[in-house]
């Protein structure tokens, strides 16, 4: 089954640790993007890639890293810097970065507590 | 610059009756449009999209949204509501000048079905 899986589930950080949540998708997309869910606040838009080896910034990408060397993947990395990372975290992917009316996949979701 | 705007954070209906989840869009060319499902610690599922054509669309689960330009809405109804409806929505616009094709999504509506 084609799909985005989203690894692992519940994570638990230290402050000061940077963790790292991954995303895979085997649905041959090209965009791939990273949300943050917080009660009441809707979706806000971490990071997203078009294409291989490119990334660009989201609305509210401080504390937080990205890399995207494979098209099936698009880690995403929770640095010491993040002041409040406790979220849910939710990767989505859409069929090509040239295309606005494509609606997006998602993951099932990571949801990191910082303890 | 795009927005959506779901009016109502809560809505809560008993099982049975009438559905009426409330988006509005601010958006500067014509708009493509989503509706997503979300439920408890999982991630969005596309309900249903319009993007040109027929303004009534409909989607899964008896849902149905219809695109209404000149009040700038596209509110998603369902004519009898059943428990396994109970989860949250969220309502998204994008457009043919979107970068990599995000979207931008509303905070999203929790509906609550009453048995």
């Known amino acids: 089954d084609g799909g985005i899986t989203q690894s692992p589930k519940y994570l638990f950080r230290k402050e000061g640790q940077n963790v790292t949540l991954s995303c895979e998708q085997n649905?041959?997309?090209?965009?791939m993007y990273w949300y943050r869910q917080d009660p009441g606040q809707g979706l806000r838009l971490i990071y997203y890639s078009q294409i291989v080896n490119d990334f660009q910034k989201g609305d509210i990408a401080e504390g937080y890293s990205v890399s995207r060397e494979k098209k099936e993947s698009f880690p995403l990395t929770v640095t010491s810097a993040q002041k409040n990372p406790t979220a849910f975290y939710l990767c989505?992917?859409?069929?090509?970065?040239?295309?606005?009316?494509?609606?997006?996949?998602f993951g099932p979701g990571t949801r990191l507590t910082v303890l | 610059a795009q927005s959506v705007t779901q009016l109502g954070s809560h809505v809560s209906v008993s099982e049975g009756a009438l559905v009426l989840l409330r988006c509005n869009y601010s958006?500067?060319?014509?708009?493509?449009l989503f509706w997503y499902v979300q439920y408890p610690n999982q991630g969005l599922q596309l309900l249903l999209k319009?993007?040109?054509?027929?303004?009534l669309v409909k989607g899964i689960n008896g849902f149905e949204a219809e695109f209404k330009k000149s009040e700038t809405s596209f509110h998603l109804t369902k004519p009898s509501a059943h428990m396994s409806d109970a989860a949250e929505y969220f309502c998204?616009?994008?457009?043919?000048?979107?970068?990599?094709?995000?979207?931008?999504f509303g905070d999203g509506t929790t509906l609550t079905v009453k048995p």
């Open positions: 649905l041959n997309h090209d965009a």
């Open positions: 989505a992917s859409s069929i090509s970065r040239r295309s606005s009316y494509n609606e997006q996949f």
């Open positions: 319009y993007t040109t054509g027929a303004t």
């Open positions: 998204a616009v994008s457009h043919s000048n979107t970068n990599a094709g995000k979207s931008t």
């Open positions: 958006s500067s060319v014509p708009p493509y």
